[in-house]
């Protein structure tokens, strides 16, 4: 079965400092590929995603991801944190689209923790 | 921006008792989906549902639960007799196409 793994459950950073969040998936394919973020209180936004094509993918509020098969990795960076960014960081996979909509596999998610 | 709501926020019940969760998914969207997530685990698949029909259900969707799309604009999650496992925050989402799913804020579901 298809799985998701983010070893890190707990991650701080001091503001301003670059973050790596990683995310491995565990699948013979190449499955879809998402991250999300969770602030508190609120619902799962999509930071970014990767079906095909470069493997370095640029997402919302200056977040990037790179796709690396040989690792089976997709781990999510940022040059220099802000305090805002404190939130939950899900990887989320999918095996691929079916008929009627895709299925996503979530990792355990990794908190993060900004020092000001 | 459009966004997928869900209502109640949170919602309190006892075991045994049938809840209905309601989610508004955005006004465009073909595919609907329940996610739940127990507190301090992993956010697990529930079900997704096109063309008023469930298109794939987990394991953990048995006959206790049910999704219904009654009009235009609704989508809820039913659970017939709830169990002290059920406690969870349940989240909706929806997607226009087959590649991004746009996620609600959830209702955290607390049976006692």
């Known amino acids: 079965a298809q799985s998701v793994t983010q070893p890190d459950i707990h991650i701080t950073v001091s503001e301003g400092a670059s973050l790596e969040l990683r995310c491995n998936y565990s699948?013979?394919?190449?499955?879809?590929l998402f991250w999300y973020v969770q602030s508190p209180g609120q619902g799962l936004q999509l930071l970014l995603k990767?079906?095909?094509?470069?493997?370095l993918v640029q997402g919302i509020k200056g977040f990037e991801a790179e796709f690396k098969r040989s690792q089976s990795s997709f781990n999510l960076r940022k040059p220099s944190v802000h305090w805002s960014d404190a939130a939950e960081y899900f990887c989320?996979?999918?095996?691929?689209?079916?008929?009627?909509?895709?299925?996503?596999?979530f990792g355990t998610g990794t908190q993060l923790k900004v020092e000001l | 921006e459009p966004e997928v709501t869900q209502t109640p926020s949170h919602q309190v019940t006892q075991m045994g008792q049938e809840v209905i969760l309601r989610c508004v998914p955005i006004s465009n969207h073909l595919y609907f989906y329940w996610y739940r997530q127990i507190l301090g685990q992993k956010v697990e698949f529930l079900v997704s549902f096109y063309n008023n029909e469930i298109s794939e259900k987990s394991e953990i969707f048995d006959d206790q639960f049910s999704v219904e799309r009654p009009d235009g604009s609704n989508f809820t999650l039913k659970i017939r007799s709830t169990k002290l496992e059920d406690s969870a925050m349940y989240f909706c989402?929806?997607?226009?196409?087959?590649?991004?799913?746009?996620f609600g804020p959830g209702t955290r579901l607390t049976v006692t």
């Open positions: 699948y013979g394919a190449t499955p879809y």
């Open positions: 989402a929806s997607s226009r196409d087959l590649y991004e799913q746009y």
């Open positions: 990767y079906f095909s094509g470069d493997t």
């Open positions: 989320a996979v999918d095996l691929g689209i079916t008929g009627g909509g895709n299925k996503l596999t």
